[in-house]
């Protein structure tokens, strides 16, 4: 007789956060994708700050979730308090993902699954510790507005707790 795997167990995590510059923004799923733009668009550097604010408010109110950019203005300007040299034309054109927005999704994942602490632990790797509560309560935000709108977001693999610690 065969055991029933939990539903967690059922299949393992499709992404390694160790591994993210390996995943490519093609291999995410829409709301993923919104989010990857969302935060590329919002870290990089613009050449018209006006046009930049209306396009993401635009975008935002076209996935039905407008309240939802304020919760991505707070964890950019937490997580990336000094926009990106490069331009967001090329930062968008980039296939692969990098760390930010690979911990970002992962803690969106693990926050519509009710699980902070894993949440918390993918947020130390890209933020620094003063802003933590203030990242993680944008993206509860921002995950609980893609659920709303019907999308879901994929957990990733994380290391466990005692590789992650970080020696002072």
């Known amino acids: 007789m065969q055991r029933q795997l939990e539903p967690e167990q059922k299949a393992a995590p499709p992404f390694d ?3 993210c510059g390996e995943v490519s923004v093609c291999d995410l799923s829409a709301p993923e994708q919104f ?3 969302a935060i590329r668009w919002r870290s990089s ?3 018209d700050e006006e046009f930049a604010e209306d396009c993401l408010r635009d975008s935002f109110g076209r996935a039905g979730m407008p309240e939802a950019q304020r919760a991505l203005e707070q964890f950019i300007c937490t997580t990336c308090p000094v926009r990106l040299s490069c331009s967001a034309s090329r930062r968008l054109g980039c296939w692969r993902l990098n760390g930010l927005e690979a911990h970002a999704l992962h803690a969106v994942a693990c926050l519509q699954a009710g699980l902070i602490g894993e949440a918390w632990r ?5 933020c620094p510790e003063p802003g933590l509560r203030s990242a993680l309560e ?3 935000e921002l995950g609980a507005a893609i659920a709303r709108s019907g999308g879901t977001i994929r957990r990733w693999r994380l290391a466990p707790p ?7």
């Open 45 to 47: 550097a613009q050449d």
């Open 162 to 168: 005692e590789a992650s610690l970080v020696m002072h």
């Open 17 to 19: 956060l160790t591994r």
């Open 35 to 37: 989010l990857v733009w």
């Open 122 to 126: 993918a947020l130390r790797a890209v």
């Open 138 to 140: 944008a993206l509860q």
